[in-house]
């Protein structure tokens, strides 16, 4: 058994797996995921050590030499944050000029300005949509909530009503959407076309944000009728700042690596010729990191300078971005170092044979296996990367766009209902004034609304693309 494991991890093709293997590695498979669990849940150690550790549990009760064991968690964290880490700090950098120069405020007042009665849901939706793109969810949580609170105090609105969309467009934003780290993750897991996975991924989340969104919101506001905390009434960035960018040129600079993603898929799909020429200019400016390199450097001239930023205040906004992304890069590579131990142990042909043998359709299995991993450690972001790993060997076989409605599969179970082992479940209830049997009712709902409803979304369009 011990040999079979050791093959396994050091040879480039692995041997078939027989059934005693085939319950060694699941079960292996289960203890290191138990592992992670445990440590995240009940000693509340960081993920980036439980994962660490989880992984070396995996290759030992797997019977791999733990040299073999270290150096496929290396290679996967290497890897991980060489494809991902990038564009991360990239997203950081625009995150953090767009909320310090006040454009995240001017377009949040200009579409609110817009705005009145029965619409203001639908904005908090368009607003949360915008902002969450560039930014992580946490950090959008905090730069919304204090226009969530400003908006339902003074047009005395039912705190959900309001709420209740901003944040489902932020989460939709978090686990559908490229760039943010675990919908990136996934593309680089199972080898699914970025372009057509953000294409799919804005079909998919627009329906999605709709009905999680103010639809839901609805009936949130008679299950959870509550005040706005006034204590909860923070100052907003803008508010020190003389002037700010204005409305049109943050919007573009906020897009604009969107638009250049999907240019790219475009053409890819017309042109269909790598020695085409503008094909070629097509790929270099829609690769990912040339489009949030554009954005950034497009932000300081329309973000940073309109809001009279100096040399060294900019210089002094891009390092405080990437300060606080230490932490994501180091949890996000270490889930890349398990996702490449599961997959060099043999455990993704595990589950390729489990998606044969029971006749489960290999997005429905992508999801489950998120969803279980979500309720399980409480992160989307590392049941994105995890269940990523273990699908990988689903995709070997599927079309461009069913690769990328698989990423999507597993980016809608992360979001399964977040309760209390959840980092976002307790900011909502604080920020809030909530209960925990609120926050359940309402946060935790709409989280599941999300992903079953994106979940469907992406099996049905599995069956017409």
Do not use: C
Request: proline letters at 6%; a neutral charge.
């Amino acid at each position: 058994m011990t040999r079979l494991s050791v093959e396994m991890l050091a040879a480039d093709a692995p041997p078939p797996i027989t059934s005693a293997g085939h319950a060694q590695l699941g079960i292996a498979a289960l203890v290191g995921i138990a592992v992670i669990v445990l440590l995240i849940t009940r000693f509340k150690l960081h993920a980036f050590l439980s994962l660490t550790i989880g992984t070396l549990v995996l290759g030992a009760v797997a019977g791999a030499p733990l040299d073999k064991a270290i150096a496929s968690f290396t290679a996967g964290l290497g890897s991980t944050v060489a494809g991902v880490g990038v564009l991360i700090a990239l997203g950081a950098i625009l995150g953090k000029l767009l909320a310090d120069s006040g454009g995240a405020d001017q377009v949040v007042d200009t579409i609110l300005a817009k705005a009145r009665g029965r619409a203001m849901p639908w904005a908090m939706v368009l607003i949360a949509s915008v902002i969450g793109l560039p930014l992580f969810f946490e950090v959008g949580i905090v730069l919304l909530i204090p226009v969530v609170l400003m908006v339902a105090k003074r047009g005395n609105y039912s705190l959900m009503r309001i709420g209740v969309p901003a944040l489902a467009g932020l989460s939709v934003m978090h686990g559908l959407i490229p760039p943010h780290p675990g919908p990136l993750v996934a593309i680089d897991a199972v080898k699914a076309n970025l372009g057509v996975t953000l294409a799919l991924g804005i079909l998919v989340a627009i329906p999605t944000v709709v009905i999680a969104g103010p639809l839901f919101a609805k009936v949130a506001a008679r299950w959870v009728d509550v005040p706005v905390p006034e204590r909860m009434l923070p100052q907003r960035p803008s508010e020190e700042l003389q002037r700010r960018p204005g409305f049109g040129a943050t919007l573009a600079t906020v897009l604009l690596p969107v638009v250049l993603m999907l240019a790219k898929a475009l053409v890819d799909i017309v042109v269909d010729d790598p020695a085409n020429m503008t094909q070629r200019v097509f790929d270099v400016i829609g690769s990912p990191m040339i489009a949030l390199l554009a954005a950034v450097l497009l932000g300081v001239f329309t973000l940073g300078m309109p809001a009279g930023f100096s040399k060294e205040r900019i210089s002094s906004t891009v390092e405080k971005g990437l300060m606080p992304i230490a932490g994501i890069l180091l949890i996000v590579g270490a889930g890349g170092g398990f996702k490449q131990t599961l997959i060099d142990a043999g455990v993704g042909q595990i589950v390729l044979d489990i998606s044969k043998d029971w006749s489960i359709p290999a997005l429905l299995l992508g999801w489950l296996i998120a969803v279980a991993i979500r309720l399980a450690t409480g992160s989307a972001t590392v049941a994105t990367i995890s269940a990523a790993g273990l699908a990988a060997p689903l995709a070997a076989d599927m079309s461009s766009t069913h690769a990328a409605l698989l990423v999507l599969a597993i980016g809608a179970g992360s979001l399964f209902f977040s309760h209390v082992n959840d980092a976002g479940f307790w900011l909502v209830k604080e920020y809030f004034g909530l209960s925990v049997g609120q926050t359940i009712k309402s946060w935790s709902v709409m989280e599941t609304i999300i992903s079953v409803v994106a979940g469907a979304l992406v099996l049905l369009l599995s069956l017409v693309i």
